[in-house]
């Protein structure tokens, strides 16, 4: 066993250095391991779904979200940021489609090669361990768009997307639109209009083999909540502009369909 996973809960700080909750839980309900990822702002907890958001099979998805993954395969080879599980990745190489993924959870990375996907990298999204100009397609779905924090972190982010892209490539990002959201877990409102946040922390909590309940916190995620509007300011001085906007049944998650051009031309 790793450092990681034989410590038990007690030395709060180093475990948040280092712990890697998420990951942990796809890890182990891939391997059939018992364990609980919960969702925590102070007192209030939510069910972290692991199986449903990360393991779900596709005969289980919104028409929206195969339509997404369609358009995609048509501008491979395809980087999905923030991959997890790999359970997009698999429904592409299963079409024969090409793609790599990328995670900052080592964890979610080794399930995801477990499952049998062996193209995925371990890193930071704003910085991403791939060569320029090597993808026609980004796909960054599960709302990571919003750990930029404001709309200048999105706008840096969305640079780092064209800088892995090719000329005339493809995006497509999703978010909460808060301008149709009357609450979610970790929901704090923002003064300005299309604006809010999202705070929360992931715990994962498993009984180890000596017996004893070990339990990995990880750090307070920031997510900043934007509609398309807000969206559309994001992409100013970036070579992104906003092609589509899809929702399913009116629901205040949308993904957006960015299609890439050179900041001169427009």
């Not at 709060?12 to 280092?18: C, K, T």
């Not at 429904?91 to 995925?120: H, I, K, M, Y």
Request: aromatic share 8%; glycine share 10%; proline share 4%.
């Amino acid at each position: 066993m790793d450092r990681e996973r034989t410590r038990p809960a007690g030395d709060r700080d180093e475990m948040r250095a280092v712990a890697d909750p998420l990951g942990r839980a796809m890890l182990a309900h891939h391997r059939d391991e018992p364990g609980e990822l919960v969702y925590r702002d102070g007192a209030a907890t939510q069910d972290g779904n692991v199986e449903s958001f990360y393991f779900s099979s596709s005969e289980s998805w919104d028409r929206t979200t195969i339509e997404v993954l369609e358009r995609l395969s048509d501008h491979e080879p395809i980087l999905d940021v923030g991959c997890g599980a790999g359970n997009h990745l698999l429904w592409w190489a299963d079409r024969g489609v090409r793609a790599v993924g990328v995670d900052a959870s080592p964890n979610a990375v080794l399930t995801a090669r477990q499952r049998g996907f062996e193209a995925t990298l371990v890193g930071d999204m704003f910085s991403l361990p791939v060569p320029t100009g090597a993808f026609g397609a980004v796909h960054a779905v599960g709302t990571q768009l919003g750990l930029g924090g404001s709309l200048a972190g999105i706008r840096e982010l969305l640079r780092e997307f064209a800088r892995v892209t090719a000329d005339e490539a493809t995006a497509v990002v999703d978010n909460y639109d808060p301008t149709r959201l009357d609450e979610c877990f970790g929901y704090r409102s923002d003064p300005r209009e299309g604006i809010a946040h999202r705070c929360f922390h992931l715990e994962f909590e498993r009984n180890g083999a000596d017996g004893k309940r070990y339990r990995e916190i990880g750090r307070t995620l920031h997510f900043l909540l934007c509609s398309p509007a807000r969206l559309r300011e994001a992409t100013a001085e970036t070579p992104w502009r906003v092609r589509d906007v899809l929702r399913v049944d009116g629901d205040a998650r949308y993904r957006a369909v960015l299609e890439e051009a050179s900041i001169e031309s427009t």
